[in-house]
């Protein structure tokens, strides 16, 4: 028995065809593309809805890390002292 059509490539139907580099290029932009043309704008009511949700999420987190750097920074002060020179 000879394995001569092993060799060729495509000859099964579940095995992807073989691209060059610039084939691989041209596959990924059609890709973007496709992709792009899913994309759905939102309206201005939700835009502002969103945008509110991010500032809040933001102004939370600046809040609880503000909060923490304080609470670490007195138990530092509590452990070592205020760090004047002797």
Same mark, same amino acid.
């Given at each position: !028995?000879t %394995?001569?059509?092993? +060799?060729?490539?495509? +000859?099964? =139907? $579940?095995?992807?065809?073989s ?8 596959l990924f /932009?059609?890709?973007?593309? +496709? %992709?792009?043309?899913?994309?759905v704008? =939102?309206?201005? %009511? %939700?835009?502002?809805k969103?945008?509110? &949700?991010?500032l809040?999420? &933001?102004? /939370?987190? !600046? /809040? /609880?890390?503000?909060g923490?750097d304080? &609470?670490? $920074?007195? !138990?530092?002060?509590?452990?070592? $002292?205020? $760090?004047?020179?002797q």
């Amino acid at each position: !028995m000879t %394995e001569a059509t092993a +060799d060729h490539r495509g +000859d099964t =139907p $579940g095995e992807p065809r073989s691209r060059g580099f610039f084939g691989r290029i041209g596959l990924f /932009l059609r890709q973007v593309v +496709d %992709e792009l043309k899913k994309v759905v704008t =939102p309206t201005r %009511e %939700e835009l502002v809805k969103l945008t509110g &949700v991010v500032l809040a999420f &933001v102004i /939370l987190m !600046m /809040l /609880l890390v503000t909060g923490l750097d304080w &609470v670490f $920074g007195q !138990m530092a002060t509590f452990t070592f $002292g205020e $760090g004047t020179p002797q």
